[in-house]
């Protein structure tokens, strides 16, 4: 294993930082964002911006109008990315965006990918992802998935409520994950103004960094054509697998990348802030503090890094990806807590950027799965490893 970096993908890294610090950052302020993220106007003007420095949707395909990034390229890139909450979404590599695109790659027709795929990549369309449902329904667990689909002629109709859909708001598509007949699940392609879709709300939340928001989505006898299954009937939740394992390494990627500035911050406060004496960087509790950060820090790269790298090997990573999620998500979470506790005052108001990361990071250790089912199924897979060949029950 070689962590050396080429010199290309260390220009693109740089090309990016770059333009999050002059094209990004200056517009975080903007008054085009609400509690449900940023509005649709802004994130179109962040989209021109990328796309005018180059760096639109880069972890697409060449074919698609991507950069074609391997797994490894994109944790540098998309760690840049994220030291602005803005970031993300300026380069459409946010959520779920970012997994969509990754799916649609794998699993879409040529005709899918010109209508929903090709616009998505060049930055003009967003795409929302329903499977999420509330009790009894699909969550950490989606062998509950209570969302049906009953084959009906040459359409198949959909009937469900979907919640938690991050991006719902504003989407052009949507993919809907829903139960057959038999009990296999299947994945069907939807523009999201098609009739029986209803938005009944968006949900409050502790973050807001998702264009969008997070919504709560009813499908009421939705009709849906044959041609329009997305992939093969059947094959939903292996599906899904494919799109979850690069789609946790990514949000570790991105809020790696909130962690550092978040750290950042506390770094250059602490260096300058005076108290009894001298700087409070110099006060051994303060000093630990931003030292653990760096080993967190680190160690949540590596572990983004040693997983990008078995991926980009063709490994399916799906124990590798559940161990990275878990840590980086408590590593950076710890990272952004004690930044918190550096600022004091200035933390836990709008006068540093930290409590917006620290509000935002928070729902991480849940999303893309509560970091207790990644322990959970991380256990299964070690016990497994124990048995016998062929004793695996």
């Not at 931003?290 to 040693?306: C, E, P, S, V, Y």
């Amino acid at each position: 294993m070689n962590f050396q970096i080429s010199n290309e993908i260390c220009e693109l890294r740089d090309r990016t930082r770059q333009f999050i610090a002059e094209q990004v950052i200056p517009l975080e302020d903007d008054a085009r964002q609400s509690s449900h993220g940023p509005s649709e106007a802004l994130r179109q003007d962040l989209v021109e911006r990328a796309r005018a420095a180059g760096l639109l949707t880069p972890h697409a395909s060449i074919e698609m109008g991507g950069l074609g990034l391997s797994h490894v390229a994109k944790a540098l890139v998309f760690e840049e990315a994220g030291y602005s909450w803005l970031g993300p979404t300026a380069m459409n590599i946010h959520a779920p965006d970012e997994g969509n695109i990754h799916l649609m790659e794998l699993a879409a027709n040529a005709e899918q990918k010109e209508r929903w795929l090709r616009p998505q990549v060049q930055g003009h369309i967003r795409s929302c992802f329903a499977m999420t449902e509330p009790a009894p329904g699909a969550g950490a667990d989606p062998s509950m998935l209570k969302t049906s689909a009953v084959r009906d002629g040459d359409d198949y109709v959909i009937n469900g409520t979907k919640w938690f859909i991050t991006g719902a708001e504003g989407a052009a598509y949507v993919i809907i994950m829903a139960r057959m007949e038999d009990g296999s699940a299947t994945m069907f392609l939807s523009d999201m103004d098609r009739e029986g879709i209803v938005l009944e709300r968006s949900m409050d939340a502790m973050d807001s960094c998702f264009t969008g928001g997070h919504g709560v989505l009813r499908f009421d006898n939705v009709r849906i054509p044959a041609k329009d299954v997305l992939g093969e009937i059947g094959k939903g939740f292996r599906y899904a697998q494919i799109r979850l394992a690069p789609a946790r390494l990514t949000h570790c990627m991105r809020w790696l990348g909130q962690a550092r500035r978040a750290h950042d911050a506390a770094l250059a406060y602490a260096s300058k802030r005076q108290a009894f004496g001298k700087a409070l960087a110099s006060h051994e509790g303060v000093g630990f503090m931003l030292a653990d950060n760096d080993m967190d820090l680190q160690t949540a790269r590596l572990h983004i890094w040693h997983t990008a790298w078995m991926l980009d090997q063709g490994e399916q990573c799906n124990f590798e990806s559940s161990r990275a999620k878990v840590v980086c998500s408590e590593a950076e979470w710890r990272v952004v807590d004690r930044c918190v506790q550096i600022l004091g005052g200035q933390g836990v108001t709008s006068e540093s950027t930290v409590m917006r990361t620290f509000t935002d990071m928070r729902a991480f250790r849940i999303y893309d799965g509560p970091n207790e089912v990644h322990r959970w199924s991380m256990a299964r897979k070690l016990m497994q490893a124990l048995k016998p060949a062929g004793d695996v029950a």
